[in-house]
């Protein structure tokens, strides 16, 4: 019967045919496994994806900053602006905020400088009338925003005579259209009175 240090030398060749040199052997590390291959080459490839998205990230963020900061001018514009457009016409959103007489009501719209344009002059009473809307506070709708109810026209009643059949004290020249926004209705007045405010137009071409 072989004793332990038989079985010991039995043992220990075993492993080291199996290693090719001994106990050295059967601790060495043996190949890769393909698992082990297949980790590093996912290891490398999400490293790759990494760089290329944090690159595309950054070149992403460069080509975004003149974008967003166009977006933040044309939003800053829009803001500032003191016009509207309607059809062909572009309108003042607010009125020159005080009574005048009519004479100075036309100055004011022909001394006007608004959003870069500087052609700017006072609307006819047709013109002044499609901007009525009844169920709007004050007599028109938003954007605009008219502190008053009277704003002059250029028409005066020397080209639209009034249908009351009164005769004006004076020539009819001496006389211009203005419209209530608040009433819905034209009125006219000595043009020397501050019976008016001026709410400016102009035309698109």
């Known amino acids: 019967m072989a004793g332990p ?12 045919s199996a290693g090719g040199h001994g106990n050295a052997g059967a601790c060495a590390p043996g190949p890769p496994s393909r698992n082990g291959i297949d980790a590093g080459r996912r290891n490398r490839s ?3 994806f990494l760089n290329r998205r944090c690159t595309m990230s950054q070149h992403a963020s460069r080509l975004a900053m003149p974008v967003l900061a166009l977006l933040l001018v044309a939003a800053g514009a829009a803001a500032q602006s003191g016009s509207v457009v309607i059809e062909e016409r572009q309108w003042m959103l607010s009125s020159s905020g005080d009574d005048l007489p009519w004479a100075e009501a036309e100055s004011y719209c022909e001394d006007l400088t608004l959003d870069g344009f500087d052609d700017w002059r006072l609307p006819t009473l047709s013109e002044l009338e499609t901007l009525h809307d009844p169920t709007a506070d004050g007599g028109i709708a938003e954007p605009f ?3 008053t109810c009277c704003i002059w026209s250029t028409t005066s009643l020397a080209d639209l005579p009034a249908d009351t059949g009164g005769e004006p004290g004076g020539p009819p020249s001496m006389y211009y259209w203005g419209f209530l926004f608040e009433a819905g209705t034209p009125y006219y007045s000595l043009q020397r009175f501050a019976d008016g405010r001026a709410l400016c137009v102009r035309d698109i071409n």
């Open 5 to 16: 240090r038989c079985r010991q030398e039995r043992q220990r060749r075993r492993l080291a």
């Open 46 to 48: 999400l490293k790759a």
């Open 145 to 147: 925003e008219l502190d």
